[in-house]
DNA sequence: CTCTAATCGAGACGGTACGTCGCGTCTTACG
DNA sequence: CGTAAGACGCGACGTACCGTCTCGATTAGAG
């Protein structure tokens, strides 16, 4: 106990500030990778800095260089995953229809299937989902709210969460039902009733 | 890496024997109490059995004899109080409307309000939510689907995370609303949505 | 560290008070033979007082209402019958030739091999030498001294470890010499050497 | 039980690969030294590798980075000091009297006499023994045999246990006869009998 | 033939030391 | 002269036995 420093306070802060050395970015896209793939291998606790290193093939010591914890890189590697899949969906739905919008998302994820499996079903689903949270809160400030009675913020976090959890129920179906019908779902459940869009009938 | 044993499918099983020796019984309350209390002051990975033990003011060993990790106690001290909530909840879900049910929900929250902050807030979050669904799916065995167009079991978990979710969102309030507020947003939100329960009479 | 209290002395005394009932002599000879038995699977110190009370059948708390520590059992085995090894030999020693001795003595412990074995080549031979030592020092204690440049304590000590030794390397062989030819060494190494007799009529 | 692999075996085989690291090479002298003192305190058995390591002030795990358990620690000090010994004596007793040879590893003994006490006085006589022994029978495998009714093998055991009975019993006494007197006992009773050397012209 | 006390079975518990694993730092030796 | 390799300090882990302690349940052997 004493030292009760919460470590991913710091975590979450990295920004990616885009290094423009070749040499830095060749090495933590190794990272990434190498994480990426032992996540499909082994729960995200389990797997350790030295796996990762191994995997990677870069020097045990380096990864300290650019990450200070496996938390951290973890955040990398989604944060970049998250911001590609808002990218896709928010603007849809802001302009159209909630439908569309939840379509290009998942058929975003289907296409990117083994990477979002292992972060969703590698034992990482937590920090996912504070990523997830944290970014699309971060996105959202300058929209209006469309509810009176729900708080902007729940309603955000309760839409994420559910996002997530959906997703990751998906991905682990044996036999995946067709993008279409978790758009639809997705659209029913999380869209028309927490965003207000009603989805349906224009 | 190698035994990738997943850990946590064993932590869930504990199956709670009600045992009859007192010393049995009078070890484990000590345990729960002891980890009820930490999860206020850190969060839950990082506190160690060690911690537990010491504020426990029991054997380090004694530990093992009662629970292979510091996960199977979470499990016994969440298990138990889940089934209390749920308890309190489902029946009422079943047979009036889903707002009085919700209400019965978040008053008992508030009254066991530092517990729920330690279970929620404590890190321990993912685990909690494992618990509630399994608990959940486990009672809604022998009810009807409410929808057609919904699975019933990606439904409960949606209905069984939002709650959670929104739980955690009140009691990090400041100055946290009234349990009647939050009933009317989980009514509203996850009862009458999922559950097909057109929220009494308004 | 700290507290570096001599175990051993404590082990060392047991008198085997002969006990009446037939419980307690009945458990005794239990955990006699079970150590016996295990002495011959597993060096003395690999051997736990579980495995004892596994082997004898009966329960662990028994055992610490007959002996403090295993080595005490150990002792009580070995006391036993290195007495009745010295009952043979040092009687003849002192009245007939040296080489009778060494033929009675080493026929007893081809006769008990097994348990011989045991004891010599079972970890246990340091306690067995000291054992061994102690018994024959305490009986020598009215002989002559025998050779005036050598202290009687450190030639018995020599005698006694040197046939210990001996039997032991016996014992070990795969096809063992008759017990002639290891009396013959007894007798004009050990006996002749340090004793002084001159080894009979030859 | 169950796994009765006799550890001491793997102990025996440390060849001291005369490390380059001064990291390691200090290390290890430090492990030896600690060890060498806590001998002249408490028994072997009694002395813990956490007792080492704090004595040598070096961190636990280090320890196991050197040695597999504090006997191969215990097989590397003793190894080193019977070489020493063995260099000494054998030598001289090849090409000159008995004597001079049991003289000569009289006068190192007492001249390193706290090492040697701790050595076979302090609960490691049975190793030391044994690794005397090997040490001694891997030396003389080019000798010839000096008895043709002695088994040789058995004969250099006899000669070395009580050469190290012989000398645990010097240091024992409180007031030390000088080591000419034990060089005496020892080629007599040792050196003369086991080896036929006749003793120089007396 | 009880009855009383010693003996035994069972197992929870407080402890000590073990040996392992992974972390992150810091030193060495090498290219 | 920087950089990999790896020795090291550190802390928690889970295990194996240890010996102590309460209970009851048996089982002598004396009255």
Redesign the pocket.
Known sequence: ??SVRD?AADDRAAPAPEHSDPRIRRTRKGFRLALQELLQEAPFE???????VARADI??????RHY???EALLADLADEEIGKLLDLSLPVLGSHDGYASCLALCNHVMASRSLWTALLLGGAQGAIRTAFVDQTLARQANWPAPQTWLPQDIGTILATSATVELLAWWLRQAEPDPPSRIAEIMDRVIVSTLLGKSGGGD
């Not at 389990?46 to 990762?52: A, C, N, P, S």
């Open positions: 106990m004493e470590k389990q797997i350790t800095i030295r796996d990762i020097a045990y010591t380096t990864f300290f200070p914890t496996k």
